[in-house]
T-cell receptor
């Protein structure tokens, strides 16, 4: 299995609070991604990174920000969580072949 | 607009009953098509990459094929442990991103 960990694995938070999810890899892959997965929508890309400090928006980026200060870590921040951001969040990594390897996921509930 | 469509949404099979899942795409400049397996509560697990029409890949009871407009994932003589959601994704030209279909949930009964 690809060396990808996500933390926390489960989180319950209140509307309006900031939340940061962490993705850590030990594969030294260049590309990292954050997705959310919701019933009826499948996997949707939030943000991605193509190198340290190089990030770009995906299709559902509103309300989310990311940072990548080291190759191995990619952080996803919800500045002010809303109930619509209740979801399962997956981190993925890839290299030049573009096949992506996924982490175990974080289940986030915003009450 | 680029689109990936998987069918059927759900498939219930008897153990040993072979079947196929479909992934059709309307993207321009396809650079690769990927199949993943996802078990409940887990992240997607990479299965195959297909790059060109006519290409086939096999792994145990699974075989993936690719044409110019669609891909099939054939499950031969499935077992209950093949029960999962199968996702396909396409790699678009000039981009790092994958575009995913909604998945097909396969249930195999003993």
């Amino acid at each position: 299995d690809a060396g990808i960990t996500q933390s926390p694995r489960h989180k319950v938070t209140e509307t309006g609070t900031p939340v940061t999810l962490r993705c850590h890899q030990t594969e030294n892959h260049r590309y990292m991604y954050w997705y959310r997965q919701d019933p009826g929508h499948g996997l949707r890309l939030i943000h991605y990174s193509y190198g340290v400090k190089d990030t770009d928006k995906g299709e559902v980026s509103d309300g989310y920000s990311v940072s990548r200060s080291k190759t191995e870590d990619f952080l996803l921040t919800l500045e002010s969580a809303t109930s619509s951001q209740t979801s399962v969040y997956f981190c993925a990594i890839s290299e030049l072949t573009y096949e992506q390897y996924f982490g175990p996921g974080t289940r986030l509930t915003v009450t | 607009e680029d689109q990936v469509t998987q069918s059927p949404e759900a498939l219930r099979l008897q153990e040993g009953e072979s079947s196929s899942l479909n992934c059709s795409y309307t993207v321009s400049g396809l650079r690769g098509l990927f199949w993943y397996r996802q078990d409940p509560g887990k992240g997607p697990e990479f299965l195959f990459t297909l790059y060109s029409a006519g290409e086939e890949k096999e792994k145990e009871r699974l075989k993936a094929t690719l044409t110019k407009k669609e891909s099939f994932l054939h499950i031969t003589a499935p077992k209950p442990e093949d029960s999962a959601t199968y996702l396909c994704a396409v790699h678009l030209s000039n981009d790092y991103k994958l575009s995913f279909g909604a998945g097909t949930t396969v249930t195999v009964r003993a």
